[in-house]
């Protein structure tokens, strides 16, 4: 299945949508306004809360949890310290999943529990942050949708405050 992820450019919080392959919005995303650190919103096309993402006050390196609908702690996606590459690990209930990527950020593999799960790749020369995902599974799709933005907000939000 393959999902395309987009941020709304002109907008006064970060946004996302979701789309399908035909171009159907499957999942919107919208950040808070007024936080300490940045809490994001994972809705599906009906409007119903899905995903709950929230970051960690850490003082190096960045940390996001995950959350479903029912405040129940799905995932905590940890940024670590590597040469020359982008290296996160995400603790899950679904499983331990790794994230690999290139120098630039650009191109991820997600492994669950050492297998191939998926693949993100980020396009290059676009108005703001677009990704395309693909899963396996379409049941997963919520979960690795709030997982790719917090990976997105965990490397490149990151790398503009710092």
């Excluded at 035909?22 to 919103?41: I, R």
């Excluded at 790794?98 to 676009?126: A, C, P, T």
């Amino acid at each position: 299945m393959k999902l395309y992820i987009k941020q709304r450019v002109f907008s006064f919080n970060d946004k996302y949508d979701i789309m399908d392959a035909e171009g159907n919005v499957v999942y919107d995303v919208q950040s808070e306004f007024f936080t300490l650190a940045a809490k994001l919103h994972l809705y599906d096309s009906n409007g119903q809360e899905q995903y709950f993402i929230k970051k960690k006050l850490t003082f190096l390196l960045a940390e996001y949890e995950i959350y479903n609908n029912s405040n129940y702690l799905c995932a905590t996606v940890s940024q670590e310290f590597a040469f020359f590459k982008s290296k996160l690990n995400v603790n899950s209930s679904f499983g331990n999943f790794e994230i690999n990527g290139d120098f630039m950020s650009m191109d991820y593999d997600i492994l669950r529990n050492g297998q191939y799960y998926g693949s993100v790749h980020k396009k290059w020369f676009s108005w703001g942050d677009s990704y395309e995902l693909d899963i396996p599974s379409p049941e997963d799709a919520g979960f690795v949708s709030a997982l790719v933005i917090a990976i997105d907000n965990c490397l490149h939000n990151e790398n503009r405050n710092n």
